[in-house]
């Protein structure tokens, strides 16, 4: 349905250990997420199912990884989607995305063999932003759709259904989101801290050829306030600046430089949105 496609993601495994830093976030995720590994114990005890996690926090910070990181330690089929995805100039057609989306998760897990299926959904303060005064009739109901959906969730049927939801500006959801039985299990991101960064930066590092003289200890003092997206760029700018010099290792000066890129960037980003 709609000219839109969804992009369906059925890339590689992705696990926690390729996450660098926010430790606190995925202990809490993996907490949650036993509880939808560990379902026939928790419904014997008529624990009510988990059918909603948001992740809340800035943007690059790893909300997708840790929704992707998810989907394979429950061993569930992954399925993304964006917020932006479900606006539409005409009534109805939002709605029947959501609705479209929570069939192809059900129908893709089925044919994978999979018992459950992770629903990715990003920016989901676009369909799930305060209502005000009845004015956007189109986003109501898609937003409906999506309360529907959820409420349809059973723990006991499967393939259950994990949705998870991502945001950076929390304050701005509908309360009707975050009920009970909704998105009632919130966790946050943070912008990572030296340790993280390096960690990062050493994730990143893995495929490339660095100098003997390299100290992704120092990049990570000098990349203050950056995120793991922006840590993943510096890497890679690294590599173009090597590149560029035709050197066959990054050395530091081509990491100092690419700090500097993406802090420019930034700032360029910032400007023109203004
Ligand atoms: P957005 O809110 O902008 O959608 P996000 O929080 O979902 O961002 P991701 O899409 O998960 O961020 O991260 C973007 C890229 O940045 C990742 O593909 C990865 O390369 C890198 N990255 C971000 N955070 C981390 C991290 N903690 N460890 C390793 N890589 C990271």
Redesign the pocket.
Known sequence: SGSKRRKVSDSMPFSFE?????ERAKQELIEALDFLVRHEELSKLGIRPLKGILLT?P????????AKAAAQYTDSIYLAASGSEFVEMYVGVGAGRIRDLFKEARTKAKKAGKESAVIFI?EIEVIGGKRDGGQHREYDQTLNQLLTEMDGIHADTAPRLLIIA?T?RKEMLDSALLRPGRFDRHIG?EL?DKK?RYQ?LN??AANKPLADTVELEKVAAESFGF???Q??SVMNEGAIYAMREQSEVIEEQHLAMAIDKVMMGEKTDREATK
């Open positions: 390729q996450i660098g830093g926010q926090g943007p690059g910070t790893g909300k997708t990884l840790m990003d991502a950076n991101v990572p993280a990062i994730i990143h995120s793991g997206a840590l993943e």
